[in-house]
């Protein structure tokens, strides 16, 4: 296709309505419009035509063998487009098709005139073929001639065509002034601006509303000349347009005019596309037919573009930011002072320049991917690349292209913004370096965490072991934080706040002061606390003995702030101790008595010896020898408790027979003690692997014990038995029994029953304890059956000797 500038729709739409016959081609022949009436005259219609080839909407008429019309046309054209003016045509003849019987043609002479039209650069735009229908001219010149030539024969039919011919004139003039006032009437409503000059003074003849509305002036100025009518056009460019298509014929068209013209008493600047074209009659030039478009707003509008774009320029001129423009095809337009500044590009010939080339070798691939699919798509894309600026340094640039439309909202390309992120990526990889850190240290703290609470586990798990209630006190508030078992040990409720008003209720009030000033030590001085004290249970009432320990943390303000304890329930403790206690008085005085008694036989003897009397000392040496032999079996046995204790009792075991032993000593029992009847039930040979002595002692404390604690006169029955791998060996009293609440204490140290019966008998509360001491290191069971006032029945079993 040929490059050339079509010309506006609006233009082609006057040519549409002017009072004319035009057919506009393009340059290249192609139809672009046709004028109302040359449709109307050739029968077509403009669809059928518009932007088809000259000679394919109007082909040489197949019937006229002689014709040679296109090769006429196609001359004609030539010649305008060589000489770039005007040319007229010879009559010609074409024929065109009968609307009104298909397939038939009309006879038509026409006369064509080929008028140039350029664009603001001088280039050939359009042409317009002007067509005058002469028909009817060349028709009535046919038939003069065709009558001259008849004459002769035809004389008499003269006066015929005579009147015919003035039947012929009449009606043309009919039809002229129809047709004037038809064309009058067109351009009236014609939806173009059009006025009509006549005479060399141009004076208005015809002006239709929308020109009068552009010239700001009203129906009066028609009469007059262009200079009267419309004074401040004088020295305008128009008037030499206007001048120049008088005097030469030439028609011309000029686009986007400025014309100034006072509207409502106000000078008003208007952009015009006009077009003159010189009215002939005959030869002559009587006037100019003058066509305006208003195209202010558009002009307007591009002024507006350029205005900004020189706006644009300045504005990315001085910006720290990024600019650079692209066209739609990608290549480089424009590049912003900071972009050269940045990268020491010389900005004289872009398209030249090979900007990738400086992008990080690593990001090259992705950046010009999204350029090109950018540039595919017309769509919005951010970019994030390194590039080497003119240190030969890389930077870090976040650029992001914008698509640019046009008015006409066709793809203009690109425009670009960017900036340097080289810091911020900096501190990204910073961030990231931080995360990762954190990340780690995290997973530390979790690990720590995770042992912190394995160890608070264990510490739970310990106090739990270890029957320790753990407690926090804040000094400040009172309030204590417990856990469960500190809370079951004092009978405070679960599940409910506790305050240190709650846990003194429970102390017994003697020991209230020793334990609130414990506490008042801790907050003053931070002493660490350590306090054993009695309790009433609060929920059971029983009296328990309880152990604090704790420690004070302080505060971040150096403030004793918090005491962490633990409690544990030292009742056996303190009662053993306790019963140590009464040990130690009884001990003193049981030991006191037969020394007593000993110095008493002593002092006898010796007096009974001093009056030189031939005196048998023996009686008084027995009485001393058996308070010697008591104190010798006390003296054991609380020699064998801390032995025992330290652990310094060793067992000397050996293969015996338990059934002989323990009726050995039944045996020597029942001579010494004659108070009661020894019934013993022996088990045939019971191979056992013993400390003799200490099984020995077992049976005598045991047998002791139920003389001690049985009437005289009543039964001891010793009963041996093998059960399965184990012999068994039971002492049945029948005296005062142990009650159901002390029979599991009576294997425990120092205990003894305290009632009125047993307030009269000696002990020392330790004899069950060490039975059951020595028969637990042989692997065997003690314990008791016994009912008050009945009696009691001792048992102790030991493993047999299995082969
Ligand atoms: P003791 O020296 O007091 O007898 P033991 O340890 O041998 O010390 O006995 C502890 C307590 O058990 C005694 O004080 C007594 O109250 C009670 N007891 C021991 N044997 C008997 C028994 N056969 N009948 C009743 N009570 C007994």
Known sequence: MMQYKRPSEDTLKALETAPAMFLILAPDLYILTASNLFLEATGTDRAAIAGKYFFDAFPGNPDLLDSNGVANILSSINEVMLTGKQHAMPIQRYHVPDRS???????????????????????????????????????????????????????????????????????????????????????????????????????????????????????????????????????????????????????????????????????????????????????????????????????????????SEERFRNMAENSDILISLVDEFGTLEYLNASWAKMTGWVRDNLKQLSWDEYVHPDDRSAVTDKFINGLENKTEFVNEFRLQNKENDYRWLRIKGTPRFDSLQSFRGFIFSGIDITEEKQRLLEIEYINKALIFSNEQLLNANLKLLESEENLLTAFDAGELGSCSLDLKTGKAEMSERYRHLYGLPQEVEISWEMVLQAVEPEFLEEVNLVLENAIKFGKPVDSTYAIRHLSTGEKRWMRVVGKVYQGIDGTNERVYAIVMDVTAQKQDELRKNDFIAMVSHELKTPLTSINGYVQLLGMKMQNGDNYDGSPILTKIHAQLKKMTTMINGFLSISRLESGKIHLIKKTLNFSEIIGALVEEYKMLASTHNFIFNKCGQTMVN?????????????????????????????????????????????????????????????????????????????????????????????????????????????????D
């Open 690 to 802: 013993a400390d003799e002595d200490k099984i020995e002692h077992v049976l005598n404390n045991l047998l002791s014990n139920a003389v001690k604690y049985s009437p005289a006169n009543t039964e001891i029955e010793i009963d041996c038995r093998v059960d399965g791998d184990i012999v068994m060996l039971s002492v049945k009293d029948r005296g005062m029994g142990i009650h159901v609440h002390d029979i599991p204490k009576l294997f425990e140290r120092y205990y003894r029953v305290q009632s009125l019966q047993t307030s009269t008998i000696a002990g020392f509360g330790i004899g069950l304890y060490l039975c059951a001491e020595i028969i637990e290191r042989h692997g065997g069971k003690i314990w008791v059956e016994s009912e008050l006032d009945l009696g009691s029945i001792f048992y102790f079993s030991l493993p047999l000797i299995t």
């Open 101 to 307: 019987a298909p397939g038939t043609l009309i006879i038509r002479y026409w006369e064509p005139l080929h008028i140039p039209v350029f664009d603001e650069k001088g280039l050939l735009s359009y042409i317009i073929q002007s067509v005058k229908n002469v028909t009817e001219e060349v028709m009535s010149k046919v038939e003069a001639r065709q009558s001259k030539l008849d004459s002769d024969d035809s004389l008499r039919e003269l006066g015929l065509m005579n009147r015919r011919l003035e039947l012929e004139v009449a009606r043309r003039t009919a039809e002229l002034k129809q047709s004037e006032s038809k064309y009058r009437n067109l351009i009236q409503h014609c939806p173009v601006a059009i006025q009509v000059f006549r005479g060399e003074d141009m004076v208005f003849e015809i002006v239709n509303d929308l020109m009068l509305g552009f010239l700001g002036k009203t129906r009066d100025i028609i009469g007059k000349t262009l200079f009267e009518g419309v004074p401040e056009i004088v020295g305008q460019p128009i008037v030499d347009v206007l001048y120049g298509v008088y005097k030469t014929g030439e028609p011309l068209a000029v686009y986007g005019e400025k014309v100034i013209l006072e509207r409502n008493g106000k000078s008003e600047i208007g952009y015009y596309d006009v077009i003159y074209r010189a009215l002939y009659d005959d030869e002559k030039i009587t006037g100019v037919l003058g066509i305006a478009i208003d195209v202010t707003p558009q002009i307007v509008a591009q002024q507006a573009i350029v205005e």
